[in-house]
């Protein structure tokens, strides 16, 4: 802990100020944007999709961190507000420097000052006469110095009473002005370099973003909802977009288009998509896996594995800070983004338009627990997709489709879907084909025979065009 | 780039476009690191544990993240000027360079 404080709050206030201009200019860059966009929206080119591609990334990054940014300008705000409220100069711009040694050394003086002023020692009454030489130098002309003697008594009358009596009046005045000292040191300046020691901490801590943003999703929910999407969002960016298939995207179409999407596919996926901040949020689950799990409730599981493996290793080509670790059950997740949210386990269950996610720390689970559950209700989040959205559809691992065309010798195989349509038309024209030809050309071909077929001797082997019975 | 059978661009508005970019975007990044930086520096003189974190602070907000994001803002606009005054023919080459920009910005 510092033993001296010296800090100006102006600068903290200017900071805060500048923080709030950066995160509005931040916002007006992206309303900017989002006129641009709707320009670049009306043309077209590879540059424009070059920036329109870009444009979606500007977009993540500033959703993502905006929360840093707001966390830390609500941070400094409190810090300085309660700093303030303990010690502030008389004079607003001027700086404050306290030295708490000096403090706690000035009180102990005053105290043991006070303590020494008070400790008068009684004063006893004395039967001593005083007396004046009235002629020479010799006892025998001395006389009772009575005045003298009435002044002594008169003062030592007003020690006794100051003594006995306003000593203690005045010495416990002055302990309460000492009091009402140490009030301000144990009360106020005490907790003033505590609160600077505990915040210096804070900040100190590489997690210290991370638990003020968990502090913050405990109270705001909103907040909670936003980050999910934003960060979805990047992870989708993060991925190679070009990876969904024809079959994905129309898939995710179908399911975005039956509004409450939940759907159950022919290899036993059940799949989940909704909304979350602009930001597509697909969640699919192995129902035969659910089947074999004892331990399954009925709540829907989030069957990340795949899903997540695919981000995992997309990001990790990339050198990206993302780190996805999946848990054995497949359940957890633990979530690492840039050391923002790695403060945190997080477990998902979305049910119906309910998702659950329970943060859990995983600094120190024993000592620091940070669990929380909060439930967001999705549902005003479910939107219809936008064209683009459908773009960052999370893909899946279809590789062994372009491998098996590879082994072919063809590194450019058309799409799945071209290639079954091309299969069905194919197969439709062959078959037109065999039909027509059996119609019109097949009939022509046939050798009339020379029998009547009703007569009770038509031996149908006679008009053959060869001998049934020749060996060849 | 596979699809792109036409280019169509509206010159005129695209230079509109631009100035409203160019204008409200730079100068954010211009002003945020040296801002940010100063203010660094001005904490470095006080004694509190408080000012010399937040001080730290604000040296990796100038030189992190949040700077690729207005990286990618100012490359955003640079690419919009860039497109505006590039011919048809020279575009490819400006793609290339927004892409490398791109790559330069990511986050390693």
């Given at each position: 802990?510092?033993?001296?404080?010296?800090?100006?709050?102006?600068?903290?206030?200017?900071?805060?100020?500048?923080?709030?201009?950066?995160l509005?200019?931040i916002d007006?860059?992206k309303?900017?944007?989002?006129?641009?966009?709707?320009?670049?929206?009306?043309?077209?080119?590879?540059?424009?999709?070059?920036?329109?591609?870009?444009?979606?990334?500007?977009?993540?990054y500033a959703a993502a961190h905006t929360f840093e940014l707001e966390?830390?300008?609500?941070?400094?705000?409190?810090?300085?507000?309660?700093?303030?409220?303990?010690?502030?100069?008389?004079?607003?711009?001027?700086?404050?420097?306290?030295?708490?040694?000096?403090?706690?050394?000035?009180?102990?003086?005053?105290?043991?000052?006070?303590?020494?002023?008070?400790?008068?020692?009684?004063?006893?009454?004395?039967?001593?006469?005083?007396?004046?030489?009235?002629?020479?130098?010799?006892?025998?002309?001395?006389?009772?110095?009575?005045?003298?003697?009435?002044?002594?008594?008169?003062?030592?009358?007003?020690?006794?009473?100051?003594?006995?009596?306003?000593?203690?009046?005045?010495?416990?005045?002055?302990?309460?002005?000492?009091?009402?000292?140490?009030?301000?040191?144990?009360?106020?300046?005490?907790?003033?370099?505590?609160?600077?020691?505990?915040?210096?901490?804070?900040?100190?801590?590489?997690?210290?973003?991370?638990?003020?943003?968990?502090?913050?999703?405990?109270?705001?929910?909103?907040?909670?909802?936003s980050?999910?999407?934003a960060?979805?969002?990047?992870?989708?960016?993060?991925?190679?977009?070009?990876?969904?298939?024809?079959?994905?995207?129309?898939?995710?179409?179908?399911?975005?288009?039956?509004?409450?999407?939940?759907?159950?596919?022919?290899?036993?996926?059940?799949?989940?998509?909704?909304?979350?901040?602009?930001?597509?949020?697909?969640?699919?689950?192995?129902?035969?896996?659910?089947?074999?799990?004892?331990?399954?409730?009925?709540?829907?599981?989030?069957?990340?594995?795949?899903?997540?493996?695919?981000?995992?290793?997309?990001?990790?080509?990339?050198?990206?800070?993302?780190?996805?670790?999946?848990?054995?059950?497949?359940?957890?997740?633990?979530?690492?983004?840039?050391?923002?949210?790695?403060?945190?386990?997080?477990?998902?269950?979305?049910?119906?338009?309910?998702?659950?996610?329970?943060?859990?720390?995983?600094?120190?689970?024993?000592?620091?627990?940070?669990?929380?559950?909060?439930?967001?209700?999705?549902?005003?989040?479910?939107?219809?997709?936008?064209?683009?959205?459908?773009?960052?559809?999370?893909?899946?691992?279809?590789?062994?489709?372009?491998?098996?065309?590879?082994?072919?010798?063809?590194?450019?195989?058309?799409?799945?879907?071209?290639?079954?349509?091309?299969?069905?038309?194919?197969?439709?024209?062959?078959?037109?084909?065999?039909?027509?030809?059996?119609?019109?050309?097949?009939?022509?071909?046939?050798?009339?025979?020379?029998?009547?077929?009703?007569?009770?001797?038509?031996?149908?082997?006679?008009?053959?065009?060869?001998?049934?019975?020749?060996?060849? | 780039?596979?699809?792109?059978?036409?280019?169509?661009?509206?010159?005129?508005?695209?230079?509109?476009?631009?100035?409203?970019?160019?204008?409200?975007?730079?100068?954010?990044?211009?002003?945020?690191?040296?801002?940010?930086?100063?203010?660094?520096?001005?904490?470095?003189?006080?004694?509190?544990?408080?000012?010399?974190?937040?001080?730290?602070?604000?040296?990796?907000?100038?030189?992190?993240?949040?700077?690729?994001?207005?990286?990618?803002?100012?490359?955003?606009?640079?690419?919009?000027?860039?497109?505006?005054?590039?011919?048809?023919?020279?575009?490819?080459?400006?793609?290339?360079?927004?892409?490398?920009?791109?790559?330069?910005?990511?986050?390693?």
């Amino acid at each position: 802990m510092k033993d001296t404080i010296k800090v100006d709050y102006n600068t903290f206030e200017k900071i805060s100020k500048e923080l709030a201009a950066y995160l509005e200019n931040i916002d007006t860059g992206k309303t900017t944007l989002d006129q641009t966009q709707s320009f670049l929206d009306t043309q077209s080119g590879s540059a424009v999709e070059a920036l329109t591609e870009r444009r979606d990334e500007i977009d993540s990054y500033a959703a993502a961190h905006t929360f840093e940014l707001e966390v830390l300008k609500k941070k400094i705000d409190s810090t300085v507000t309660g700093m303030k409220t303990l010690l502030a100069p008389i004079s607003s711009d001027a700086t404050i420097q306290v030295r708490m040694s000096s403090v706690a050394e000035f009180l102990e003086e005053v105290k043991t000052q006070l303590a020494l002023a008070f400790a008068l020692p009684p004063i006893t009454p004395t039967s001593e006469k005083y007396y004046r030489i009235v002629g020479p130098a010799d006892a025998t002309y001395r006389v009772e110095d009575t005045a003298k003697y009435a002044i002594e008594e008169a003062n030592g009358d007003n020690i006794s009473k100051i003594q006995n009596k306003d000593k203690d009046k005045y010495y416990d005045e002055c302990l309460q002005h000492l009091g009402k000292m140490q009030s301000i040191y144990d009360n106020n300046i005490t907790p003033f370099f505590n609160l600077d020691n505990r915040i210096g901490n804070e900040f100190a801590d590489p997690m210290a973003v991370p638990k003020m943003v968990f502090e913050e999703f405990k109270n705001n929910p909103d907040m909670l909802k936003s980050f999910i999407g934003a960060q979805i969002s990047l992870m989708l960016l993060e991925t190679n977009k070009d990876k969904a298939t024809e079959m994905e995207k129309a898939l995710a179409e179908a399911l975005a288009a039956t509004g409450e999407n939940p759907a159950i596919t022919t290899n036993g996926m059940f799949e989940y998509t909704f909304y979350a901040n602009g930001a597509k949020c697909s969640y699919k689950v192995d129902l035969k896996a659910k089947a074999n799990n004892p331990n399954a409730t009925g709540e829907i599981e989030l069957a990340v594995a795949g899903q997540l493996a695919d981000l995992k290793n997309a990001l990790g080509a990339k050198g990206s800070n993302f780190i996805f670790a999946v848990g054995t059950d497949g359940v957890n997740v633990q979530t690492t983004y840039k050391g923002m949210a790695a403060a945190w386990n997080s477990r998902i269950l979305p049910t119906g338009n309910t998702i659950s996610v329970i943060f859990t720390s995983i600094i120190d689970p024993e000592t620091n627990p940070l669990g929380v559950t909060t439930s967001l209700d999705v549902s005003k989040q479910i939107q219809p997709p936008k064209a683009s959205s459908i773009q960052n559809s999370v893909s899946v691992n279809d590789s062994w489709y372009d491998e098996t065309w590879a082994a072919i010798g063809v590194s450019n195989p058309p799409s799945k879907t071209a290639l079954g349509v091309g299969l069905l038309v194919g197969t439709v024209v062959i078959y037109a084909a065999i039909d027509a030809f059996s119609r019109a050309v097949a009939p022509a071909m046939i050798i009339p025979g020379t029998q009547d077929p009703s007569s009770p001797s038509y031996d149908p082997l006679a008009d053959l065009p060869y001998d049934p019975n020749k060996v060849v | 780039m596979a699809g792109i059978s036409q280019i169509t661009i509206d010159w005129q508005t695209m230079y509109t476009q631009v100035d409203v970019v160019t204008i409200k975007v730079i100068p954010i990044y211009e002003k945020e690191k040296s801002t940010f930086n100063n203010y660094a520096g001005e904490l470095d003189r006080y004694s509190s544990n408080f000012a010399e974190r937040i001080s730290a602070v604000l040296r990796e907000l100038s030189s992190g993240d949040i700077t690729n994001m207005v990286k990618e803002l100012t490359h955003y606009s640079d690419g919009l000027h860039t497109t505006a005054m590039l011919s048809e023919e020279t575009e490819n080459h400006n793609v290339q360079s927004i892409k490398n920009n791109a790559n330069s910005v990511l986050p390693n």
